[in-house]
């Protein structure tokens, strides 16, 4: 198929496109087919131009062609072009060639286009004129009607289930841009889509928000919470790439899913008026060349100033002094200092190792389903960890109507309890205590909450619940020692577990820093069901700690 058989020029310049769409040519050769025309006596059938006509292009390289007025493609005309740029209209529009380059896993990646916050409808499907070898080759209108289309930006997506997402952010404009694309299997990234679709307890809490992982650093910010559900945390790693997925029917934050990539800036702001601002609005600033748009995906306001992050959906990033408006609220402020940028992960969860996450830049999880193994980035862009949390469980119990009595506490060398692990450093002596002072700092693998034993001065290790603890000093629930006093210097011992069976086991959770020795004992002298009394050195260790009862009759 000749150029000349899929293409019509008129005698008002309209050069138009009337093949079947399966054929495409470059913009050098629409030149040569317009210059072809051009020499000719005269005009026939519907090519109508000739030597009488003005010149309707001219050629500053092979990829660089101008379309003289009255001489113009359109959008249709110009889908079955490549290889290069087309100018016409004096250079108020222009068509820009783009050309991306790389790998892809799959032959069937579909690659996306995001230009001025939206995706571009595709006429590629899998990519075209990619006889040399490159992904796709077709051009693109960078400028309209006077007007560079969100400054001749360009994101190439790729964005299959089941491989890896890349993108590459690319300026249109003369002759022929490239973009770089590589993707290869994703194998933390298997499960079919209808399968992730099917996960519903998975679930995000969206919004500037303080997250307590347990470190010790206190509440630190992030823009989400997943919470897993019933679900694994790599699990959710698929569920979100689900989200973001070619085709997606998914919003989040506000925005379809496909566009999506997360927090790329953040900012300091001043001079508030008319709020406050409503996280996932679109907010506005600039004109001009210092236009741009954002989605807010987290606001800390303190009134009259504070701080936002947000994703950059068109022109550029606002800088210091410009004035800010809430598209939803209709709230003002001013940019005040410097603007961060921030990186952002292809997936926008960040990566998955199969049973731990790296989050991306201010991704947050709810603390019950992360691990020491995982690595958290906050909104200050410091990173975290929770603590080794493990679990000890003593097994093989018998709760109900005649339960056995489980005690685990530290072991002093010999295998009997360590009673003098700690001591008193105040006197116990009113009728509503409610601290215990130690005269050391608190064991660092110390439970969040649970029983101490205090010896009084009637020699009674008396059982006392806390509810928390810091540095040296339990917190207890009100507690009488008025006719009982423990005096300081009296011992304490931490009781891990300390209680009568309710279950068939009984267990305790603490921050791993070293291995515990620990003692456990367990009793039961109950009619019907005596055992001999049980006892076993333990270790509390990097995994935890298991003990199973072993049951003998006490005959």
């Given at each position: 198929?000749?150029?000349?058989?899929?293409?019509?020029?008129?005698?008002?310049?309209?050069?138009?496109?009337?093949?079947?769409?399966?054929?495409?040519?470059?913009?050098?050769?629409?030149?040569?087919?317009?210059?072809?025309?051009?020499?000719?006596?005269?005009?026939?059938?519907?090519?109508?131009?000739?030597?009488?006509?003005?010149?309707?292009?001219?050629?500053?390289?092979?990829?660089?062609?101008?379309?003289?007025?009255?001489?113009?493609?359109?959008?249709?005309?110009?889908?079955?072009?490549?290889?290069?740029?087309?100018?016409?209209?004096?250079?108020?529009?222009?068509?820009?060639?783009?050309?991306?380059?790389?790998?892809?896993?799959?032959?069937?990646?579909?690659?996306?286009?995001?230009?001025?916050?939206?995706?571009?409808?595709?006429?590629?499907?899998?990519?075209?004129?990619?006889?040399?070898?490159?992904?796709?080759?077709?051009?693109?209108?960078?400028?309209?009607?006077?007007?560079?289309?969100?400054?001749?930006?360009?994101?190439?997506?790729?964005?299959?289930?089941?491989?890896?997402?890349?993108?590459?952010?690319?300026?249109?404009?003369?002759?022929?841009?490239?973009?770089?694309?590589?993707?290869?299997?994703?194998?933390?990234?298997?499960?079919?889509?209808?399968?992730?679709?099917?996960?519903?307890?998975?679930?995000?809490?969206?919004?500037?928000?303080?997250?307590?992982?347990?470190?010790?650093?206190?509440?630190?910010?992030?823009?989400?919470?997943?919470?897993?559900?019933?679900?694994?945390?790599?699990?959710?790693?698929?569920?979100?790439?689900?989200?973001?997925?070619?085709?997606?029917?998914?919003?989040?934050?506000?925005?379809?899913?496909?566009?999506?990539?997360?927090?790329?800036?953040?900012?300091?702001?001043?001079?508030?008026?008319?709020?406050?601002?409503?996280?996932?609005?679109?907010?506005?600033?600039?004109?001009?060349?210092?236009?741009?748009?954002?989605?807010?995906?987290?606001?800390?306001?303190?009134?009259?100033?504070?701080?936002?992050?947000?994703?950059?959906?068109?022109?550029?990033?606002?800088?210091?002094?410009?004035?800010?408006?809430?598209?939803?609220?209709?709230?003002?402020?001013?940019?005040?200092?410097?603007?961060?940028?921030?990186?952002?992960?292809?997936?926008?969860?960040?990566?998955?190792?199969?049973?731990?996450?790296?989050?991306?830049?201010?991704?947050?999880?709810?603390?019950?389903?992360?691990?020491?193994?995982?690595?958290?980035?906050?909104?200050?862009?410091?990173?975290?960890s929770p603590p080794n949390n493990q679990t000890f469980t003593v097994g093989n119990l018998v709760a109900g109507g005649s339960p056995d009595y489980v005690i685990v506490g530290p072991n002093d060398g010999a295998d009997e309890l360590d009673l003098d692990q700690l001591s008193l450093d105040t006197t116990l002596s009113g009728g509503t205590e409610t601290a215990v002072v130690v005269t050391t700092s608190i064991p660092s693998d110390t439970p969040v909450s649970g029983t101490i034993r205090i010896l009084t001065d009637a020699g009674i290790y008396q059982k006392v619940a806390y509810t928390s603890w810091t540095g040296s000093t339990f917190t207890i629930?009100?507690?009488?020692?008025?006719?009982?006093?423990?005096?300081?210097?009296?011992?304490?011992?931490?009781?891990?577990?300390?209680?009568?069976?309710?279950?068939?086991?009984?267990?305790?959770?603490?921050?791993?820093?070293?291995?515990?020795?620990?003692?456990?004992?367990?009793?039961?002298?109950?009619?019907?069901?005596?055992?001999?009394?049980?006892?076993?050195?333990?270790?509390?260790?990097?995994?935890?700690?298991?003990?199973?009862?072993?049951?003998?009759?006490?005959?």
């Amino acid at each position: 198929m000749a150029i000349a058989d899929d293409f019509t020029v008129a005698t008002n310049g309209n050069i138009r496109y009337g093949g079947a769409g399966s054929t495409y040519y470059t913009v050098y050769e629409l030149h040569r087919f317009l210059q072809d025309l051009a020499d000719n006596a005269a005009s026939s059938g519907d090519d109508l131009l000739d030597i009488t006509d003005v010149n309707p292009s001219s050629a500053s390289t092979q990829q660089i062609i101008a379309l003289n007025s009255p001489y113009n493609i359109d959008d249709d005309a110009a889908e079955q072009l490549y290889g290069g740029s087309i100018t016409q209209s004096g250079g108020n529009t222009v068509y820009s060639g783009l050309k991306v380059i790389g790998s892809v896993n799959s032959a069937s990646t579909e690659l996306l286009i995001v230009q001025n916050g939206a995706l571009v409808t595709s006429w590629w499907s899998t990519g075209i004129n990619t006889a040399d070898g490159s992904l796709n080759r077709i051009v693109i209108k960078s400028r309209d009607a006077g007007a560079d289309i969100d400054g001749k930006l360009i994101r190439v997506m790729a964005r299959e289930l089941g491989d890896t997402y890349a993108e590459f952010a690319v300026t249109l404009g003369e002759g022929e841009s490239v973009a770089a694309i590589q993707t290869v299997p994703d194998l933390n990234n298997q499960t079919a889509a209808g399968t992730i679709a099917t996960w519903s307890s998975i679930a995000n809490t969206e919004g500037y928000q303080l997250l307590d992982l347990g470190d010790g650093s206190g509440g630190q910010p992030y823009y989400s919470q997943w919470d897993i559900g019933s679900q694994s945390v790599n699990d959710v790693y698929e569920y979100t790439k689900y989200i973001q997925r070619r085709g997606t029917a998914e919003t989040i934050h506000g925005i379809s899913g496909v566009l999506f990539r997360g927090i790329t800036h953040e900012l300091a702001y001043d001079n508030e008026a008319s709020g406050p601002f409503s996280e996932n609005e679109v907010i506005s600033w600039g004109t001009g060349a210092t236009a741009g748009t954002g989605a807010l995906l987290a606001l800390d306001d303190n009134g009259a100033t504070g701080s936002m992050w947000i994703q950059l959906l068109t022109g550029v990033a606002p800088t210091d002094g410009l004035e800010i408006t809430g598209g939803t609220s209709s709230a003002t402020c001013d940019v005040n200092g410097t603007v961060t940028a921030r990186t952002v992960s292809t997936a926008f969860i960040g990566s998955s190792t199969g049973t731990n996450i790296i989050g991306a830049f201010g991704i947050g999880f709810d603390v019950n389903d992360v691990s020491a193994s995982d690595t958290l980035t906050d909104l200050d862009g410091d990173t975290n960890s929770p603590p080794n949390n493990q679990t000890f469980t003593v097994g093989n119990l018998v709760a109900g109507g005649s339960p056995d009595y489980v005690i685990v506490g530290p072991n002093d060398g010999a295998d009997e309890l360590d009673l003098d692990q700690l001591s008193l450093d105040t006197t116990l002596s009113g009728g509503t205590e409610t601290a215990v002072v130690v005269t050391t700092s608190i064991p660092s693998d110390t439970p969040v909450s649970g029983t101490i034993r205090i010896l009084t001065d009637a020699g009674i290790y008396q059982k006392v619940a806390y509810t928390s603890w810091t540095g040296s000093t339990f917190t207890i629930t009100s507690t009488d020692f008025s006719g009982d006093n423990a005096t300081a210097g009296n011992n304490v011992f931490i009781s891990y577990i300390d209680t009568t069976a309710s279950t068939t086991s009984e267990t305790f959770t603490a921050i791993y820093s070293s291995d515990r020795s620990l003692v456990v004992k367990v009793r039961n002298g109950n009619d019907g069901a005596e055992i001999v009394p049980f006892k076993t050195p333990a270790t509390f260790g990097s995994a935890g700690g298991t003990v199973t009862t072993i049951r003998t009759d006490d005959v």
